[in-house]
T-cell receptor, first 115, second 110 residues
Framework: DTAVSQTPKYLVTQMGNDKSIKCEQN?????MYWYKQDSKKFLKIMFS???????INETVPNRFSPKSPDKAHLNLHINSLELGDSAVYFC??????????????FGDGTRLSIL | GENVEQHPSTLSVQEGDSAVIKCTYS??????FPWYKQELGKRPQLIID?????GEKKDQRIAVTLNKTAKHFSLHITETQPEDSAVYFC?????????FGAGTTVTVRA
């Protein structure tokens, strides 16, 4: 029944590894997002897709690559993980892009810890 | 976010008292202002939002006010309860994205 679901919930891995986080929403929304929440709780947008098209691509290292196979899914692949990548990553979705001023619904987050 | 400032960063109130959190934004074209509540270890959840065509919106014990001229908006929680303890984030839709404030940790003392 979860509206926005992310997997895995926790991810502990070594520096230098490559990992992926998956997100799925069953709300019928056409826009999905990835946010990063650092240790100080600051929430910052990373990427957004609207109908599988990339619409937001903030200043993020190119080691981070999003992929949206369809409107209901948005995955995040991270290459060559670094210590500074440790954070909680939230997926979110909304009906329409940000300019439509529709509420964004968040998933439960993926806590990524780099050893 | 860089353009959304939120104060205070921490707020401790006695149960039953009111809590007020204030945010300012820089983009005069901003027209959507949501507030999110995040409990420890949980996801941010939308609690109320306001669009720029109104100055105030209320939902039971929470209310939000917007002053477009001064470019600030506030969250008011009345009759606070222990379950109101959480981190609260304001946000403003600036250009193509939502920019979030740095958060206010609210603690309601029983």
């Amino acid at each position: 029944d979860t509206a926005v679901s992310q997997t895995p919930k926790y991810l502990v891995t070594q520096m230098g590894n490559d990992k992926s986080i998956k997100c799925e929403q069953n709300l019928g929304h056409d826009t999905m997002y990835w946010y990063k929440q650092d240790s100080k709780k600051f929430l910052k947008i990373m990427f957004s897709y609207n109908n599988k098209e990339l619409i937001i691509n903030e200043t993020v290292p190119n080691r981070f690559s999003p992929k949206s196979p369809d409107k209901a899914h948005l995955n995040l692949h991270i290459n060559s993980l670094e210590l500074g990548d440790s954070a909680v990553y939230f997926c979110a979705s909304s009906q329409g892009p940000p300019v439509s001023n529709q509420p964004q619904h968040f998933g439960d987050g993926t806590r990524l810890s780099i050893l | 976010g860089e353009n959304v400032e939120q104060h205070p960063s921490t707020l401790s109130v006695q149960e039953g008292d009111s809590a007020v959190i204030k945010c300012t934004y820089s983009d005069s074209a901003s027209n959507y202002f949501p507030w999110y509540k995040q409990e420890l270890g949980k996801r941010p959840q939308l609690i109320i939002d306001i669009r720029s065509n109104v100055g105030e919106k209320k939902d039971q014990r929470i209310a939000v006010t917007l002053n477009k001229t001064a470019k600030h908006f506030s969250l008011h929680i009345t009759e606070t309860q222990p379950e109101d303890s959480a981190v609260y984030f304001c946000a403003a839709r600036e250009d193509y994205k939502l920019s979030f404030g740095a958060g206010t940790t609210v603690t309601v003392r029983a």
